[in-house]
């Protein structure tokens, strides 16, 4: 049981900072003001000293978000397909990471795509019919 000494500041100075709401906030302003370049070059030097942490949790967020998967299942497929594209069997040509390519009408993840080859897909409409004439097209000129 928390001391009674406790309890009574406590109580003391949620009073106080009701009865001084204004005065408070005015310090508070002034103080963000006077130390906003240090935070500003903490924050900045915290940034280059994580990046890759960074890109990991946004990863993560994006993955868990947009495709319900988890960075773990990512590196799986990305491992079963041996670092490279689905379709073309290349990596990605400016070292980035696979598109994580999937249907958008129901949302299943379909594998790791570069993004031509994801760009691709997306140009015939993720449409079977389309993939076929494609072919047909590039049959007849070739």
Not at 79 to 101: E, M, W
Request: aromatic share 10%; glycine share 4%; charged share 30%.
């Amino acid at each position: 049981m928390p001391h009674k000494k406790r309890e009574d500041y406590n109580k003391y100075m949620s009073g106080y900072r009701a009865r001084n709401k204004e005065k408070l906030r005015a310090i508070s302003r002034k103080s963000y003001f006077r130390h906003k370049i240090k935070r500003i070059e903490k924050s900045r030097e915290w940034y280059c000293n994580n990046r890759e942490r960074v890109k990991t949790l946004a990863r993560k967020r994006v993955y868990a978000q947009a495709y319900k998967i988890t960075l773990d299942e990512y590196d799986r497929m990305l491992s079963l397909q041996n670092g490279v594209c689905a379709i073309c069997l290349k990596p990605d040509k400016q070292n980035r990471k696979l598109s994580v390519d999937h249907c958008h009408s129901t949302g299943k993840v379909r594998g790791l795509l570069c993004r031509a080859c994801n760009s691709y897909i997306g140009y015939i409409c993720d449409s079977p019919i389309n993939a076929t004439r494609l072919l047909e097209y590039l049959h007849v000129l070739a």
